[in-house]
């Protein structure tokens, strides 16, 4: 939840979100994707 509202609402970069987070590039990428798995079954059974 946290990474997808950086990146969405506050409009971060991935970068920019992993500087501020203090979270890896590759962690971030990883917890996109799986965020958004996650509500695609949500949205759209």
């Known amino acids: ?3 997808i509202n950086a990146l969405f609402f506050e409009g ?3 970068q920019e979100a ?3 987070l203090n979270i890896p590039l590759g962690t971030i990428k990883s ?3 799986i965020g958004l798995r996650e509500l695609k079954k949500i949205y759209n059974p």
């Open 18 to 20: 992993s500087d501020e």
């Open 31 to 33: 917890r996109l994707k």
């Open 1 to 3: 939840q946290i990474v």
């Open 12 to 14: 971060m970069t991935q």
